[in-house]
């Protein structure tokens, strides 16, 4: 069940999170006129005001919505030039289907029988609207490809001949659009490549691991709406204090790369190529 179907949690959105709260709003709100807007916190708001946003969504019904990265974009049916709503969830939004209140609620959109929810604790981003398609593509051109559908040529022309580790590089969302550090240390795992690895040492055997691992990992989190804890993946057991490799047993290493927390294997990714 996605998280934003079921409780909160505090870890940061990914693209299996945001592909999960798509689906809340696409089974309950999609076609259906918003009948009140309450902005319980108008910080999280970008680029619009309370009125303004409420003259926008007010009788009017959402589209159905779509995802690029770890952004949501929903549009507004009626609206003059294909105008959107632009969901960004930062590092502890989510999206539920819900009429009981939670202490960290920014935004609630209502309906007939229930209420969409955007829930914030740090309020990092939040809502924004894009008027037209113009718009839309203005925020698309900062965003490099959607994770979900890169294609192996894609992924080996945005990273080779970067003069940067890979981590930071996988995790940039102008080089790929949707990966934080749960997905991209668990890819890279699963790849057997290091961290802290230059891009411009990559090989093609590199590349085309890396793709295949992203797919799997991309395919069964979406599943989840999540990046899966699960012990036999890296995430499962990154978070223990002696945590060991699900592959080999041997005590993962943490540490900052690219400003980032960091876990990975010493064992199944060496820092040089093997």
């Not at 179907?5 to 709100?29: K, N």
């Not at 902005?39 to 969504?57: F, M, N």
Request: contains cysteine.
């Amino acid at each position: 069940m996605p998280r934003g179907a079921a409780g909160y949690s505090a870890r940061v959105p990914e693209l299996p999170d945001v592909e999960g709260f798509r689906r809340v709003l696409a089974d309950h709100a999609v076609g259906r006129p918003v009948q009140y807007v309450d902005v319980l916190d108008a910080g999280v708001l970008h680029g619009i005001g309370v009125r303004r946003l409420r003259g926008v969504l007010r009788r009017r019904e959402f589209g159905q919505p779509w995802r690029h990265g770890k952004q949501l974009f929903v549009p507004v049916v009626g609206s003059r030039g294909g105008g959107a709503v632009l969901l960004h969830f930062g590092m502890t939004g989510s999206l539920h289907w819900a009429t009981s209140p939670h202490r960290h609620d920014r935004i609630v959109f209502g309906f007939g029988d229930g209420e969409l929810r955007y829930r914030d604790m740090r309020k990092l981003h939040g809502l924004g609207f894009a008027r037209d398609e113009n718009a839309v593509r203005r925020v698309l051109a900062e965003l490099g490809p959607d994770a979900a559908d890169l294609s192996a040529s894609e992924l080996r022309d945005g990273l080779s001949g970067l003069r940067r580790q890979v981590k930071p590089a996988l995790v940039d969302q102008s080089v790929i659009a949707g990966l934080g550090n749960l997905l991209a240390d668990e890819i890279l795992w699963r790849a057997y490549i290091h961290p802290r690895r230059s891009c411009a040492d990559l090989h093609g055997q590199d590349f085309a691991r890396l793709h295949a691992r992203m797919r799997t990992v991309l395919r069964k989190s979406i599943e989840q709406g999540r990046v899966p804890p699960r012990k036999t993946w890296l995430t499962g057991r990154r978070d223990e204090a002696s945590g060991v490799c699900p592959r080999c047993g041997t005590a993962l290493s943490h540490g900052r790369v690219g400003s980032r927390g960091t876990t990975w294997c010493p064992q199944c990714q060496p820092k040089t190529a093997t």
